[in-house]
């Protein structure tokens, strides 16, 4: 009876810790990234203690919540950290720990060259255990910063095999990197406290449950929250006055540099700069990415029959529509002339074609000519990873395809296997 209790109060360990450090992280531009590596970090020390000394019973054995519970959920935080941000930040939390630890024991050192006093007959300090847990902190920090190096290489590299199946990859990344660490800090634990081996066996079970229990509130995540897109509240008053501030005046400059003057979207310049960020992070992230080209029929025909002016017009109306129809996550980006780029990640092929024949259809049924004749648009669809892992492999197949879309008669999609729509 006790150790199914146990077991329970693991499983909601294990999800309240979760939730609430996912939950720093998702709001982490609201609230500033250092609210959640501080959360992070301020846990070492609990986790290394009740490792050395809590275990409770399990049906499987004697296990540490510490452990098990915490430094898992520490080490699969830092592969989503990685997926939300860079490795570059991964390593500065763990930096931050080592350091930390190397301070303790440094500290723990001088401590024991003091004669202390008992002021209170209850308490007698024990500095000789903060030194033995400075040195497990210490080793439990070397081995988080190669778990954290290999479960993030393992994630990459798993994604030769199931690019798309991000909760499976990130799965497997624990499976793998906790055993390894569950290996490397027993042997610690062992060595300076003589922690039995039975208690290597409960523990490694004990990760593999919390794996399980991550990797499923993982999935929900990713797909219901993440991508799905949570209400954002109203602003409060701070960030109104905020507004004023440098920072966002500097902020607000910045979005509007690199932008086409007549149509207002991006430029050929930004496009070279973000585009293929923005494929490579969907591409990480198991995602795909679409680009299309969309080009203007006859272009040269509505300057010469009704000035450039006109023709200016006629741009400005498509790139309106493109802005409508296209996500706030899509970019449009006008690539020269009567020709748009619009980069849409997490868009696979078949909705790419989707959305390029909405554009298409919007396009001919609201934008015309000042005699009302309708304007129509050709539009190339190539997508990463099936047509290239790299922008500009990917734009140029997108480009032989709005090719193959004008010599089809114009007015129509073409994608992977041909035209799409005949107008």
């Known amino acids: 009876m006790m150790e199914t209790l146990n077991l329970a109060l693991f499983a909601v360990e294990a999800i309240a810790y979760f939730a609430l450090m996912v939950t720093l992280l998702h709001f982490r531009h609201r609230l500033g990234l250092g609210v959640f590596l501080t959360a992070l970090g301020v846990m070492h020390f609990m986790e290394t203690y009740l490792a050395a000394v809590f275990y409770i019973a399990l049906p499987f054995g004697d296990v540490s919540p510490g452990s098990s519970v915490f430094f898992s959920g520490k080490l699969m935080m830092i592969l989503m950290l990685y997926l939300q941000e860079d490795a570059a930040t991964v390593r500065q939390p763990i930096y931050g720990l080592f350091l930390g630890n190397l301070l303790t024991v440094g500290i723990a050192w001088v401590l024991q060259l003091h004669l202390p006093l008992q002021v209170s007959p209850n308490h007698t300090p024990d500095v000789d255990f903060l030194q033995e847990m400075g040195w497990l902190m210490i080793w439990g920090t070397a081995l988080l910063y190669v778990d954290s190096l290999g479960i993030i290489l393992l994630y990459e590299k798993l994604g030769d095999f199931f690019r798309r199946r991000v909760v499976l990859r990130f799965l497997i990344s624990g ?249």
């Open 175 to 423: 499976f793998v990197l906790l055993t390894f660490d569950q290996i490397g800090f027993f042997a610690a634990l062992n060595y300076f406290l003589g922690v039995p081996i039975a208690a290597f066996w409960a523990g490694w079970k004990a990760k593999m449950l919390a794996v399980c229990l991550y990797a499923a509130m993982f999935a929900i995540y990713e797909y219901r929250i993440r991508r799905g897109g949570v209400a954002v509240s109203a602003r409060s008053i701070s960030d109104v006055f905020g507004d004023l501030t440098f920072r966002e005046r500097y902020n607000d400059l910045l979005e509007r540099t690199g932008r086409d003057m007549l149509t207002g979207v991006y430029d050929r310049t930004r496009m070279e700069l973000e585009a293929p960020l923005m494929l490579r992070e969907a591409l990480r992230q198991g995602l795909s990415a679409t680009i299309l080209i969309i080009d203007a029929d006859h272009f040269k025909d509505v300057n010469d029959g009704y000035g450039h002016l006109q023709g200016d017009e006629v741009l400005k109306a498509i790139a309106a529509r493109l802005g409508t129809t296209l996500r706030s996550s899509d970019r449009v980006f006008r690539f020269g002339g009567e020709e748009f780029v619009a980069v849409c990640p997490g868009t696979d092929h078949e909705e790419g074609l989707l959305l390029a024949e909405r554009l298409r259809w919007t396009i001919a049924t609201s934008v015309k000519t000042p005699d009302d004749r309708p304007v129509t648009v050709s539009i190339g669809v190539a997508t990463a990873d099936e047509d290239g892992v790299d922008f500009t492999a990917v734009l140029t197949a997108a480009d032989g395809r709005l090719y193959a879309a004008k010599k089809s008669g114009r007015n129509c999609v073409v994608g992977r296997s041909g035209v799409v729509k005949l107008g």
